[in-house]
């Protein structure tokens, strides 16, 4: 049926001259539309291995003028980038980690009726994605903790956020009740149940929800920004922004020679530093990104 | 409320309400195993989220550093008073609602028309490289966007101008000239947030049923009429409740983007709320100033939330509310 439907509407296409032109505009429009994203990207790669520096507005090239790695030695070999690399891996792969436990087990209790006060508690997630203290109190409050230049404070802050609470607690909620029976007839209690049966059931979303978690910390910045002084505690972020954006190399260069290369073809180290500290997402995410989608199918069917 | 004010006034209630209490605790007793799970939620929470709201009476103070937040004296409204007449206050404000409702205005359409395109598209495999694409520059922050734009966009080294002047035209100076810079804004949040927009509307289109298309077609209709009577009515209400939750957004102007882009060549346009709010208290370090400035931003925020929350719940059913 639906095989026949697809045809149909092949032939309609070959027949009509409206729909033939109509289909080569589409596809134009979004070659084009997917060359706007493409060629940026090209663009600062071939930068990232061109050797002849002075680039003016007269010039156009889409291959590196004159082929090198020097840029990217330059970056290698700055030990900030490195340091920034492990700061960012380490927040990452903990606050990712500590976040989906935490999340997850709270979004268990709160899908149970017998939690006691449950639309309280609830509301207590809920109100925060509405409403905040701001950043100066934040940031007061945390300064007193003594919070400050610890890297706890990229991780706690946001452990537990509401949205994703109520994703996995909606998740929770319309599993049957019946796959839980098993373990409670031999004597397990919430905790034996939630790890040996619902964590087991819910890894699509639990792993929805990792992915999300996880390119948040890769990508986060502000955090560090306004609470990390501690130039060895700067995520990479932090690290890109003050090399690419401020174009402040010379606080976070250690040689005269990296310098001085930086100095020579100050774009093309730039462009080279942006390629080597995204890597990971420009690698991982073509293969990642249906997980994504399929957490926002689920979000918005039962937001 | 009642019950403690009984328990006050008469002794002889104090019985039942203790009884309560004892039910309470029996009854989180009962759960322990759930609270415990609860518990480092709550707790991160209480000391992250809702501890700093008490902050916020810093805004109605005059912060002093070595007083702390709870010593420092009451000012009353004088913070907002200061606030409200500093002319580059009224600067940052129309800032704020003019990107953000240009945003609204350019930016929301966008994803909608992408995905009626994409929707289009009858060769499976070309659909999904434009969309994996798509997704591109969703996936990288605004520091690392803001880097490669800066350079594309560069009067001298950057594609975009190269491309300008091989076609007759002159350098234009995108992040520094202030003529350019809110269009250039707008152009770029599009160009990252675009393609992972079309998600929601693919999702609610492939719920059409095909025996629309089909009798449409018995009609006699093309492709672009099916299109504007049939796949977009049909996504109506998605686009609808999508708007309202979007408008939602009209005090937040998109601070990341900003920040990492915008310079003082181009404050006079790009200086929004957030930006103001972090120069003022983090770099000038007047606390209780900018304490004020975010309260006054958050408050609308949060009307602004309930009004939309409450709207798409008129529409379309009490289900599709936040809460």
């Known amino acids: 049926m639906v095989l026949r439907q697809k045809k149909d509407r092949r032939t309609h296409i070959r027949k009509s001259p409206g729909s033939r032109a109509f289909d080569i505009c589409n596809y ?8 706007t994203i ?45 340091q920034g690399y492990g700061n960012t891996i380490l927040r990452t792969v903990a606050g990712t980690f500590l976040s989906l436990i935490c999340t997850a087990m709270a979004a268990y209790a709160l899908s149970k009726d017998s939690f006691p006060n449950r639309k309280f508690w609830s509301f207590f997630v809920v109100f925060t994605m509405f409403f905040s203290g701001g950043l100066i109190p934040t940031y007061l409050w945390i300064r007193d903790l003594g919070l400050l230049d610890n890297r706890l404070v990229l991780i706690l802050p946001g452990l537990v956020g509401a ?69 060895r505690k700067y995520v990479l972020q932090i690290i890109l922004q003050r090399i690419v954006i401020e174009g402040t190399i010379q606080n976070i260069s250690t040689t005269e020679q990296m310098t001085q290369e930086f100095n020579a073809r100050p774009e093309m180290v730039k462009a080279a530093c942006i ?13 990642l990104q249906k997980y994504f989608v399929k957490g926002i199918y689920v979000g918005s069917l039962k937001g | 409320m009642e019950k403690a004010a009984d328990a006050r006034g008469a002794p002889i209630h104090s019985k039942k309400r203790e009884n309560g ?24 929470i209480a000391l992250f989220s809702y501890a700093p709201m008490y902050g916020l009476t810093i805004a109605f103070k005059d912060y002093a550093l070595l007083e702390g937040i709870h010593g420092s004296p009451w000012v009353g409204l004088e913070n907002f008073r200061k606030l409200l007449t500093a002319p580059s206050f009224a600067e940052v404000f129309r800032n704020t609602v003019t990107i953000s409702f240009l945003r609204i205005l350019f930016g929301f359409p966008a994803p909608v028309l992408l995905a009626l395109l994409l929707n289009e598209v009858g060769n499976v495999r070309f659909k999904k ?124 102007a998109g601070f990341d983007q900003i920040y990492n882009l915008y310079n003082p060549a181009v404050y006079k346009v790009a200086d929004i709320l957030d930006t103001y709010v972090y120069r003022r208290g983090l770099i000038d370090m007047k606390y209780s100033f900018s304490a004020a400035a975010g309260l006054f931003k958050n408050v609308i925020s949060f009307a602004l939330v309930l009004t939309t929350n409450g709207l798409v719940k008129a529409i379309s059913g009490k289900e599709n509310g936040i809460w």
């Not at chain 1, 979303?205 to 948040?216: N, P």
């Not at chain 2, 999702?203 to 093309?222: K, V």
Request: hydrophobic content about 55%; aromatic content about 16%; charged content about 10%.
């Open chain 1, 28 to 35: 134009l429009m979004l070659t084009l539309f997917c060359l």
């Open chain 1, 38 to 82: 493409l060629l940026p990207f090209w663009y600062l790669l071939v930068l990232s291995f061109d050797k002849f520096g002075n680039v003016t507005a007269q010039d156009f090239f889409l291959w590196p003028r004159e082929f090198t790695l020097d840029n990217y030695k330059a970056v290698v070999e700055n030990p900030y980038i490195w």
């Open chain 1, 163 to 231: 949205y994703n609470l109520v994703l996995i607690r909606n998740f929770f909620k319309q599993m049957p009740p019946e796959l839980e029976e098993s373990a409670r007839i031999d004597g397990a209690g919430d905790f034996r149940a939630f790890v040996s049966i619902v964590l087991p059931v819910s890894k699509p979303i639990l792993a929805t929800v990792a992915l999300w978690l996880a390119v948040g910390h890769w990508n986060a910045w502000f955090d560090c920004l306004v609470y990390i002084r501690d130039t």
């Open chain 1, 275 to 287: 390629y080597f500290t995204t890597l990971p997402i420009l690698c991982a995410y073509p293969f």
């Open chain 2, 21 to 44: 209490l004892v039910r309470t605790v029996k009854a989180y007793g009962r759960q322990y195993q759930l609270v415990l799970m609860f518990l480092p939620a709550v707790i991160t």
């Open chain 2, 129 to 252: 490289m434009v969309q994996t694409i798509s997704y591109l520059p969703h996936f990288l922050s605004w520091v690392v966007l803001a880097g490669i734009l800066i350079q594309i966009l560069s009067p001298s080294s950057g594609l975009v101008n190269q491309i300008i002047v091989m076609f007759g035209g002159t350098p234009i100076y995108f992040v520094a000239d202030p003529r350019y810079f809110v269009p250039m804004l707008i152009v770029t949040g599009i160009w990252k947030e675009v393609g992972w927009g079309t998600i929601v509307y693919l999702a609610a289109i492939t719920s059409i049923s095909p025996e629309l298309y089909e009798a449409a077609t018995i009609d006699g209709a093309g492709r672009f009429q099916k299109m504007l009577h049939i796949t977009l009515p049909a996504i109506r209400p998605v686009v609808s409740i999508m708007f309202i939750l979007n408008s939602g957004n009209l005090i937040n």
